[in-house]
């Protein structure tokens, strides 16, 4: 992928593979389109019941695009580094202890999404025996997201592991630091 089309901030490039850009363009789009597909069915469900003829299908489906938005953005938050973790205390070392705390950070984020594809599947299973209303599809339509998030959650954050065991993590300079106070 030519570099001007990439996503990723220069500062964090070392972190990062190359061939997952691709990848992390299609979640931000798929972000998009949820929080788009979002906003616009509730203001449908909104008119449609202030004018007495509401659409029962349309909570069901902003339903939809709020639990699928807020998973992919969860994968996409985790590949660009912009998700919250323990990251203050160890942006305020350097050398080992960097290295030792960014990687412990990310281990107990691995965690997370092992647990989220685990629990996320036994759910998504479960999810079969339920329905929705008004379509009667299965609960695992909402359920799948878990699972799926939990795996490009792992994925990006081996890919951080990797490349930070390899290349080392970025120090912020002086001047970051003190802002950041």
Known sequence: MPVR???VL?????????????L???LMI??????TGFSVLVVCDIVTRLIGHPWLWLQEATMTFFIY?????VAA???RNDHLYLAVLAESMSGNKRLFFEIFNRLVVLGVAFCMIYFGFINFLDGFKSLRMPS????????AAIPLCGVLVSLFIIEQIVNGWRRGFPDIDAEEKRKSL
Do not use: N
């Open 77 to 79: 938050a985790t590949r």
């Open 136 to 143: 009667m599809t299965p609960l695992s339509s909402f359920y």
């Open 10 to 22: 220069e500062e964090q490039r070392h972190l990062k593979w190359r061939a997952l850009d691709p």
């Open 5 to 7: 089309y990439s996503l």
């Open 24 to 26: 992390e363009q299609g």
């Open 30 to 35: 798929l972000c998009g389109v949820a929080i």
């Open 69 to 73: 938005g807020i998973f992919i953005g």
